[in-house]
C-alpha cells in the first residue's frame, strides 16, 4: 500500500494574531499622528478667536475718535452682506449695483404708494420668474431692514427717502 503525504499549508493562528496586531498598531499610529494635527489646528484657531474681541474694541474706540472729529460714520454691514446701514448722509453708491437698481425703482414717481415685488421686477425689466421674484424680495426686504426702503405695507415697498421728504412735507 501506497501512502501520500500531502501537505497542507495551514495558516498558524498565532501568526494571524501577529499580522492584525501589526496593522492595528499601525492604524493607531495614524491615528495618533492626525490628532496631534487636528489638535495643533486647534490652537491656533483659538487663538485667532481670542484676538477677535480685542480687534473688535480697537475699531470701535478708533472709529469713535473719528465720528469725535466730525467724522460722518454708518453702522458697517451686517455680516455676509453688501448692504450697510443706511446713516443720515449716506448715499446709494455704497451699494451693489442691484442694490441701487431696486433703490432707483422705488425712487421713481410711479413708486409714490409703495411697489409690490412683482411691479420693482417689471420696473427693472426683470421676467416675473419665481426665483426673480425670491431674489427681488429678499434684496428689498434686507434694504427696508437698513434703513433704504420702508414696508408701508405688508410686501409693499418705498424708497425711504422719498418716504421721508413726504412726511417732512
Given at each position: 500500500?501506497?501512502?501520500?503525504?500531502?501537505?497542507?499549508?495551514?495558516?498558524?493562528?498565532?501568526?494571524?494574531?501577529?499580522?492584525?496586531?501589526?496593522?492595528?498598531?499601525?492604524?493607531?499610529?495614524?491615528?495618533?499622528?492626525?490628532?496631534?494635527?487636528?489638535?495643533?489646528?486647534?490652537?491656533?484657531?483659538?487663538?485667532?478667536?481670542?484676538?477677535?474681541?480685542?480687534?473688535?474694541?480697537?475699531?470701535?474706540?478708533?472709529?469713535?475718535?473719528?465720528?469725535?472729529?466730525?467724522?460722518?460714520?454708518?453702522?458697517?454691514?451686517?455680516?455676509?452682506?453688501?448692504?450697510?446701514?443706511?446713516?443720515?448722509?449716506?448715499?446709494?453708491?455704497?451699494?451693489?449695483?442691484?442694490?441701487?437698481?431696486?433703490?432707483?425703482?422705488?425712487?421713481?414717481?410711479?413708486?409714490?404708494?409703495?411697489?409690490?415685488?412683482?411691479q420693482?421686477?417689471?420696473?427693472?425689466?426683470?421676467?416675473?420668474?419665481?426665483?426673480?421674484?425670491?431674489?427681488?424680495?429678499?434684496?428689498?426686504?434686507?434694504?427696508?431692514?437698513?434703513?433704504?426702503?420702508?414696508?408701508?405695507?405688508p410686501?409693499?415697498?418705498?424708497?425711504?427717502?422719498t418716504?421721508?421728504?413726504?412726511?417732512?412735507?
Amino acid at each position: 500500500m501506497l501512502v501520500s503525504s500531502v501537505e497542507v499549508a495551514v495558516p498558524s493562528v498565532l501568526g494571524m494574531l501577529e499580522a492584525r496586531e501589526k496593522k492595528v498598531r499601525e492604524e493607531v499610529a495614524r491615528l495618533r499622528e492626525e490628532a496631534d494635527r487636528v489638535q495643533a489646528a486647534l490652537v491656533v484657531a483659538e487663538g485667532a478667536l481670542v484676538k477677535l474681541p480685542a480687534a473688535r474694541e480697537t475699531v470701535a474706540e478708533v472709529l469713535g475718535e473719528q465720528a469725535g472729529q466730525g467724522g460722518v460714520l454708518t453702522r458697517s454691514a451686517v455680516a455676509g452682506s453688501t448692504v450697510p446701514h443706511r446713516g443720515e448722509n449716506a448715499v446709494a453708491q455704497v451699494l451693489a449695483p442691484e442694490y441701487q437698481q431696486i433703490l432707483r425703482v422705488l425712487a421713481a414717481p410711479e413708486a409714490a404708494g409703495g411697489m409690490r415685488v412683482k411691479q420693482i421686477l417689471a420696473g427693472l425689466g426683470w421676467e416675473a420668474t419665481p426665483t426673480r421674484v425670491e431674489g427681488v424680495r429678499s434684496r428689498v426686504k434686507r434694504l427696508a431692514a437698513r434703513g433704504w426702503a420702508t414696508e408701508v405695507a405688508p410686501n409693499v415697498f418705498a424708497s425711504a427717502m422719498t418716504t421721508a421728504s413726504a412726511a417732512a412735507g
